[in-house]
């Protein structure tokens, strides 16, 4: 069974940083793709940054240089480093890999970016 449990969220002033894990269980986890989504109230689900096995990644230009992504392939963990925050990054980060097909989703971590 997957499970993928995040960590780190909190509430932080604009200009301040936050660091999110997020630790899976059930999967190969070195094979597969790892992404963070984030979802902001009244607005829908985006994807944010995805990192592949071999620690290639990609972002939403809006995180550029913001955010970095990383994991750690013996612990199975997956890193969401964020700095600069901004009141528009205030949203709940989720987790996510994909196997066989479905889509699998952590709880999600609170972050609050007060300015």
């Known amino acids: 069974q997957v499970r993928l449990v995040e960590s780190g969220g909190g509430s932080v002033q604009a200009g301040g940083s936050l660091r999110l894990s997020c630790t899976a269980s059930?999967?190969?986890?070195?094979?597969?793709?790892m992404h963070w989504y984030r979802q902001a109230p009244g607005k829908q689900r985006e994807l944010v940054t995805s990192?592949?096995?071999?620690?290639?990644?990609t972002y939403i230009e809006s995180v550029k240089g913001r955010f970095t992504v990383s994991r750690d392939n013996v612990w199975n963990r997956v890193f969401l480093q964020m700095q600069n925050l901004k009141s528009e990054d205030t949203a709940v980060y989720y987790c996510?890999?994909?196997?066989?097909?479905?889509?699998?989703y952590g709880r999600g971590t609170q972050v609050t970016v007060s300015s």
């Open positions: 990192i592949a096995g071999n620690g290639s990644a």
């Open positions: 059930g999967i190969n986890f070195k094979l597969h793709t």
């Open positions: 996510n890999t994909m196997r066989a097909g479905t889509s699998f």
